[in-house]
């Protein structure tokens, strides 16, 4: 008992700091796309770029410098933005888990089918789900605004995977809340 208690502190503090660094990331990129649109002619400066010159978030990579080698604000325009939103989407998948592990924490008799255990694990699902599919919208507006031969489509499966996983639990969370409110009808 003494040792899983222990992870489940470590857990939840893990769980917040995960959640804390992605709303820092949030207001960094939040300050990269206030920069990228006010001091555009300023930012090939302050950027050091050796040979690789994509930038990218959550599977969403970006090339800053164009087919013919200038610098493109708006490849960091169009990033910041996508961060801002999958970043913001992360942040919130980590308060669900660090309300989920204080859930089960509490001393009392929580369940960790409880309703709200349910919802969030839910929430963390559609959430995961959507960072891609953000990415992908966003790759599809890269293309538009700054031409097919300066950008790089791909597709991460990996939040799809998480995604589905989750909304996979949510029903196995959903059966054993089921299974526990019949056997505290028996009792």
Same mark, same amino acid.
């Given at each position: &008992?003494?040792?899983?208690m #222990?992870?489940? *502190?470590?857990?939840?503090?893990? $769980?917040? /700091?995960?959640?804390? $660094?992605?709303w820092?990331?949030v207001?960094?990129?939040?300050? +990269? +796309?206030?920069?990228?649109?006010?001091?555009?002619? &300023?930012?090939p400066?302050? /950027?050091?770029?050796?040979?690789?010159?994509t930038?990218?978030?959550?599977?969403?990579?970006?090339?800053?410098?164009?087919a013919?080698?200038?610098?493109?604000?708006g490849a960091?325009?169009? +990033?910041?933005i996508?961060?801002?939103?999958? !970043?913001?989407?992360?942040? @919130?998948? #980590? *308060?669900?888990?660090y !309300? /989920?592990?204080?859930?089960i924490?509490?001393?009392?008799?929580n369940?960790?089918?409880?309703?709200d255990?349910i919802r969030?694990?839910?929430? /963390?699902?559609i959430?995961?789900?959507?960072?891609?599919?953000v990415?992908?919208?966003?790759?599809?507006?890269?293309?538009?605004?700054?031409? $097919?031969?300066?950008?790089? @489509?791909?597709?991460?499966?990996?939040? #799809?995977? &998480?995604?589905?996983? $989750?909304?996979?639990?949510?029903?196995? #969370?959903?059966?054993?809340?089921? +299974?526990?409110?019949d056997?505290?009808g028996?009792l």
């Amino acid at each position: &008992m003494q040792r899983n208690m #222990f992870v489940i *502190r470590i857990s939840k503090v893990l $769980a917040k /700091i995960c959640e804390i $660094a992605h709303w820092v990331g949030v207001v960094c990129m939040v300050i +990269l +796309l206030v920069l990228s649109i006010f001091f555009q002619d &300023m930012l090939p400066n302050y /950027i050091v770029m050796d040979n690789d010159t994509t930038v990218g978030c959550y599977g969403f990579d970006i090339n800053v410098l164009g087919a013919d080698g200038s610098f493109q604000p708006g490849a960091l325009i169009i +990033l910041s933005i996508f961060a801002i939103i999958a !970043l913001a989407l992360m942040a @919130m998948v #980590f *308060r669900n888990l660090y !309300l /989920i592990v204080k859930s089960i924490s509490r001393e009392s008799d929580n369940s960790p089918f409880s309703k709200d255990n349910i919802r969030r694990v839910r929430e /963390i699902g559609i959430l995961a789900i959507a960072v891609p599919i953000v990415g992908q919208i966003m790759q599809v507006i890269a293309v538009i605004t700054l031409g $097919a031969e300066n950008v790089e @489509m791909s597709v991460s499966l990996d939040g #799809f995977m &998480m995604g589905i996983l $989750a909304l996979v639990l949510t029903q196995i #969370f959903t059966y054993g809340a089921r +299974l526990e409110s019949d056997v505290e009808g028996l009792l």
